[in-house]
């Protein structure tokens, strides 16, 4: 498959084994995580202990360093680190993770377009089958701007986990095996990353690695990382601040709607408290869009050949 984004011109793992590789790339995700949040939780203790010394904990910074929306934030510096080794350890430009330059707002407004679209149909499909229900709405002044609001920190953190796993991991695996190990060890970690969240389960986990190939061929499909960034990003948004559903077994704070599981509905379901990403029927919608990609994905192969 022609794709820029496959290229991933480094040479810095060439004498490492193959097998050795894929270990130690998949724990190297884990370490940009883990290294990015000790960074970001350093930065942030001293900065409150800054502002306790000079008095100014009364203007409601701690509020800030507790909010969702730092917590999200956060997640900026797994991306520095990753930027970081790209350029200075495997001496590669940072825009070859699919970060290109060409039509880059157009991607990420494209792609949050379509992770609206593909979480409403998910849920769409769970209320139809009776697996949530409307408890309240909430279109107040602070409501919506809390929502407006929290846009860029989901966009952070749902490309930062696309960075990690779509934009580095995956090209480096390909080059190493090929394209079918690399989606599916890429979105197999994707959905282990989420063991440790609340309320977690085998189904959970399930739909998160399909969620994970799906997004897979939509950055192969658009060539570029913008475009799952963002529909990453409108996936979580969508979820947990339009429908007031839980992000992965995680209260994302106001919502303009709030929808609660229905009394008696089963959890493969409604998703039980882990959300809409612990439905089945979630997961049914996903392989849609899998196979619609992969087709896609197909043509565009079969074009590209008749015309070499």
């Not at 360093?65 to 956060?74: A, D, E, N, P």
């Not at 690399?182 to 998160?208: D, E, P």
Request: charged letters at 10%; proline letters at 2%.
């Amino acid at each position: 498959m022609k794709k820029r984004i496959l290229e991933a011109p480094t040479l810095f793992y060439q004498k490492i084994p193959s097998w050795l590789f894929l270990i130690l790339a998949c724990i190297m995700v884990y370490l940009f995580i883990f290294a990015g949040s000790f960074i970001g939780g350093l930065i942030t203790a001293l900065l409150i202990t800054i502002l306790h010394l000079i008095g100014s904990t009364d203007l409601g910074f701690n509020a800030v360093f507790s909010s969702f929306r730092f917590w999200l934030f956060l997640f900026f510096f797994a991306s520095l680190l990753v930027f970081a080794w790209v350029k200075w350890v495997e001496k590669r430009p940072i825009s070859s993770l699919g970060l290109f330059k060409d039509n880059w707002f157009k991607a990420i407004v494209k792609g949050w377009a379509v992770g609206t679209f593909i979480f409403t149909a998910a849920f769409l499909l769970i209320y139809l089958f009776g697996g949530v229900e409307l408890q309240a709405t909430d279109f107040s002044a602070a409501a919506i701007l809390y929502v407006l609001s929290i846009i860029p920190f989901w966009f952070i953190q749902g490309g930062t986990e696309e960075l990690l796993t779509r934009g580095w991991l995956l090209p480096l695996i390909n080059k190493r095996s090929n394209l079918a190990v690399a989606i599916g060890i890429s979105s197999s970690l994707f959905g282990l990353m989420h063991l440790v969240n609340n309320h977690v389960t085998v189904l959970s986990v399930t739909v998160l690695i399909l969620s994970g190939i799906f997004m897979a061929l939509y950055m192969l499909k658009t060539d570029n990382l913008w475009g799952v960034a963002g529909l990453h990003g409108a996936w979580n948004f969508t979820q947990g601040n339009i429908f007031g559903a839980a992000v992965s077994g995680t209260d994302a704070g106001k919502s303009l709607l709030h929808f609660v599981s229905k009394a008696g509905a089963a959890d493969w379901i409604s998703g039980g408290k882990f959300g809409a990403e612990g439905s089945l029927l979630t997961s049914l919608v996903l392989l849609v869009g899998i196979v619609i990609l992969g087709l896609l994905l197909k043509r565009e192969s079969k074009t590209i050949c008749e015309e070499v």
